[in-house]
């Protein structure tokens, strides 16, 4: 059995005036991927953003490798080994992309620093971006800017990738291509806590799921089992995932 590297309990997330997360609980285990589902407005940003410390929970705890995060500032969050991939991407347009992956490489200074052996790995999940290598960030696709985001989370090994609906806007071949990227970070036992509305993704990928709605999550189990179940599905999300291929 898997350990859990993540654990929230009863996490509330107040944003001004506005009470967003009510109570949520759930865990994430260690070499597994776990889907947050839901429908829009559910929540899912505002726990991942929680998780990372860019907003903060009023009440609850989270817990990585068994010690809090609650009130640790957005760096010290990342240097336990936690990346956050935004719905937004979080890339630098005006940069290369060589010189985006070695901002985000906390051990490089400049490229000739980054690990040479793990760059090729990364080259090999997206070709992309060797070929436009000292290219623009912003004059990459929207899919090579997602490659870019992705490669900028694990330019590095991390302990924890958080992942924010990457398939969105996407054509469906460079949805194929992140899933097989993921598919090549489970086989690594990479932890992951991934968004996603794309449920032929979700299906593909997860080991576990947690589903939210209006700031709690409603439901925990397996996701072969929530792909299985279509009175499940149509209860939790609204939707059948059989017409989501």
Known sequence: ??????ELTGVH????????????????????VTMLLGRNGAGKTTTLRTIM????????????KGESL??????????????????????FTDLTVQENLVLAARAAR??????????????????????????????????????????????EPRALLLIDEPSKGLAPSIINNLVSAFNELKRQKTTILLVEQNFHMARSLGDQVAV??????????????????????????????AVHQ
């Open 212 to 241: 939210m709605d209006n700031g709690a999550v409603v439901h925990t189990g397996s996701m072969r089992e929530l792909a299985e179940d279509e009175a499940m599905q149509q209860r939790l999300l609204g939707l059948s995932l």
């Open 110 to 155: 400049h490229a000739g620093e980054l690990d040479s052996v793990r760059l090729d790995w990364i080259f090999g999940l997206f070709p992309a971006l060797k070929k436009f290598w000292l290219y623009p960030a912003g004059k990459l696709s929207g899919g090579q800017k997602q490659m870019l985001a992705v490669a900028r989370a694990i330019v």
């Open 70 to 91: 609650k009130g640790l500032a957005t760096p010290d969050v990342a240097m336990r080994g936690i990346a956050y991939v935004p719905e937004s991407m979080g890339i």
């Open 53 to 64: 410390g860019l907003w903060s929970a009023s009440q609850g705890d989270i817990r990585f």
């Open 13 to 32: 997330t107040h944003i001004g005036a506005y009470h967003i997360l009510h109570g949520v609980s759930f865990a994430v285990r260690e070499g597994e």
């Open 1 to 6: 059995m898997s350990t859990n590297l993540l």
